[in-house]
């Protein structure tokens, strides 16, 4: 399994206060992602980085923010948690190799509820 | 803009029986990667199985196989000798830099 950690795994907070979730990995991997899963919608990119301190958005980048200051450690920040902000996160890893990322391996999600 | 269909919301096989899932997907480009991940109640994603478009031959992992057809832009999975642990939410998905996946298919394994 690859080595991705998640924190925290649930999380229970109130709309307009700031939630950050973490991702950790271990495979020294380049690309990390962040994604949200909610029903009807499958899974859904927020933001991506491919190095440190380099990010991009994905199609559901508002609200959110993101960085990653060192390789293992990518963070999704919520500035202001609203109730349209309850999902499931999913952090995701990938290798780059041939021309373009490989495989994405997935952590085990973090659950957050915005009351 | 690629996409990937999956035509079947549910679908329920017998114990050590042997199920299909379909998916078809739209590209343009000769290159690429096909994966199958599987996500069981405890919603952890799990790679079950990756195809490179390059490689004429079918990926297989012990009970898991698919069948590619790139000119048909179609990426089956078989599961062979069905157990109650592969009850579970598959999604096929599509990878060219960015991971596309299809809505799902809802596996149900009966005893």
């Known amino acids: 399994d690859a080595g991705i950690t998640q924190s925290p795994r649930h999380k229970v907070t109130e709309t307009g206060t700031p939630v950050t979730l973490r991702c950790h990995q271990t495979e020294n991997h380049r690309y990390m992602y962040w994604y949200r899963q909610d029903p009807g919608h499958g899974l859904r990119l927020i933001h991506y980085?491919?190095?440190?301190?380099?990010?991009d958005k994905g199609e559901v980048s508002d609200g959110y923010s993101v960085s990653r200051s060192k390789t293992e450690d990518f963070l999704l920040t919520l500035e202001s948690a609203t109730s349209s902000q309850t999902s499931v996160y999913f952090c995701?890893?990938?290798?780059?190799?041939?021309?373009?990322?490989?495989?994405?391996?997935f952590g085990p999600g973090t659950r957050l509820t915005v009351l | 803009a690629q996409t990937v269909t999956q035509s079947q919301p549910e679908m329920s096989v017998q114990e050590a029986e042997t199920v299909t899932l379909s998916c078809t997907y739209d590209t343009s480009e000769s290159d690429y990667y096909l994966f199958w991940y599987k996500q069981p109640p405890s919603r952890q994603m799990i790679l079950v199985i990756r195809?490179?478009?390059?490689?004429?031959q079918n990926a297989t992992e012990n009970r898991f196989s698919v069948n590619f057809q790139k000119a048909a832009k179609s990426f089956s999975l078989k599961i062979s000798d069905s157990q109650l642990g592969d009850a579970a939410m598959y999604f096929c998905a599509y990878n060219r830099g960015k991971l596309i996946f299809g809505q799902g298919t809802e596996l149900s394994v009966k005893p």
């Open positions: 195809q490179e478009a390059y490689k004429q």
């Open positions: 980085s491919y190095g440190v301190k380099d990010t």
């Open positions: 995701a890893i990938s290798a780059f190799t041939s021309g373009f990322t490989d495989t994405q391996y």
